[in-house]
């Protein structure tokens, strides 16, 4: 059974950093684009970051460029992504998701396989 499984979201203070954590397990991811998206309440789902099947390339939301990072270890089929200087804005339940594509894109229609989500929330 494939899953990929979120963890190391909770409740920071504007300014505040936090490192979420995307386990996969069931396959291998090694030849997928990996991607964070988030959702806030009553919003639609928005993308956040991706990243390349090796780590080589990356691609960000315009809101999140230069506070977000997101990285893979490629022996852990885990991917990352660490948040600073958060902000209120910030707050949503994120997603990671897998494509089967060497290179991500912002659009979560090319991405197939989905955690649960783990909520961030940021107060001001």
């Known amino acids: 059974q494939v899953r990929l499984v979120e963890s190391g979201g909770g409740l920071v203070q504007a300014g505040g950093s936090l490192r979420l954590s995307c386990a996969a397990s069931?396959?291998?991811?090694?030849?997928?684009?990996m991607g964070w998206f988030r959702q806030a309440p009553g919003k639609e789902r928005e993308f956040v970051a991706t990243?390349?099947?090796?780590?080589?390339?990356?691609l960000y939301a315009d809101s999140v460029k230069g506070r977000f990072t997101i990285s893979r270890d490629a022996a852990k089929n885990t991917v990352y992504l660490q948040m600073n200087s958060l902000k209120p804005e910030d707050t949503a339940v994120y997603y990671c998701?897998?494509?089967?594509?060497?290179?991500?894109?912002?659009?979560?229609?090319?991405?197939?396989?989905w955690g649960q989500g783990t909520q961030v929330t940021v107060s001001s």
């Open positions: 069931g396959r291998t991811f090694s030849t997928y684009a």
């Open positions: 990243i390349s099947w090796n780590g080589g390339s990356t």
């Open positions: 998701a897998a494509a089967p594509r060497p290179i991500g894109s912002r659009w979560y229609e090319e991405y197939n396989y």
